[in-house]
T-cell receptor, first 108, second 117 residues
Framework: AQRVTQPEKLLSVFKGAPVELKCNYS??????LFWYVQYSRQRLQLLLR??SRESIKGFTADLNKGETSFHLKKPFAQEEDSAMYYC??????????FGTGTRLTVIP | DAGVIQSPRHEVTEMGQEVTLRCKPI?????LFWYRQTMMRGLELLIY????????DSGMPEDRFSAKMPNASFSTLKIQPSEPRDSAVYFC???????????????FGQGTRLTVV
């Protein structure tokens, strides 16, 4: 069965420090993975997709099939990065399954 | 475009009462999702409609939960009777699965915060 695991509910880093939000998945098919972000009092929105291999707002995420991971990284955290981050898995049936989320707090 | 619109934004109700959450998807989108967000379980997919037809309702927790999509511009999620453990934020999302827009481009509503006391 498909599963998305985000082991950290809370993560605090200082401004300018590197940040890594962990995501591991379990899925028997070919995975498509995403990161969604929810800023305070805003809607949940797509941050990036692994198939695009893009960098959004300085964030990158690499799919590691060997480790079944899709960790989100940013070399220098900014205060405006404070938000809830959700890792999500798209199945072949076009269903999105989410992890439990990680609340990132960037300390000034 | 106003995006996905959910109502009400907040709902407080007594245990045993019926609760109806409403969602208006983005015009032109043909897929609609209902999610529930709790601290313990994160975001869970409850049910997924495509072209107004329920495709996968395996995430609906109990028979007390039901969802309908009578037309392309409106969906409801109903809980009857409600229980305190149903307290959560319920999100509706829509997307277009035509052509090159698979569901990863889902757009979310602001959510409805439900509190059952």
């Amino acid at each position: 069965a498909q599963r998305v695991t985000q082991p950290e509910k809370l993560l605090s880093v200082f401004k300018g420090a590197p940040v890594e939000l962990k995501c591991n998945y379990s899925y028997s098919g070919s995975p498509e993975l995403f990161w969604y972000v929810q800023y305070s009092r805003q809607r949940l929105q797509l941050l990036l997709r692994h198939i695009s291999r893009e960098s959004i707002k300085g964030f990158t995420a690499d799919l590691n099939k060997g480790e079944t991971s899709f960790h989100l990284k940013k070399p220098f955290a900014q205060e405006e990065d404070s938000a809830m981050y959700y890792c999500a898995l798209l199945t072949g049936a076009n269903n999105l399954f989410f992890g439990t989320g990680t609340r990132l707090t960037v300390i000034p | 475009d106003a995006g996905v619109i959910q109502s009400p934004r907040h709902e407080v109700t007594e245990m045993g009462q019926e609760v109806t959450l409403r969602c208006k998807p983005i015009s032109g989108h043909n897929s609609l999702f209902w999610y529930r967000q709790t601290m313990m379980r994160g975001l869970e997919l409850l049910i997924y409609f495509n072209n107004n037809v329920p495709i996968d309702d395996s995430g609906m927790p109990e028979d007390r939960f039901s969802a309908k999509m009578p037309n392309a511009s409106f969906s409801t999620l109903k809980i009857q009777p409600s229980e305190p453990r149903d307290s959560a934020v319920y999100f509706c999302a829509s997307s277009s699965t035509k052509g090159s827009d698979p569901p990863e481009r889902a757009f979310f509503g602001q959510g409805t915060r439900l509190t059952v006391v």
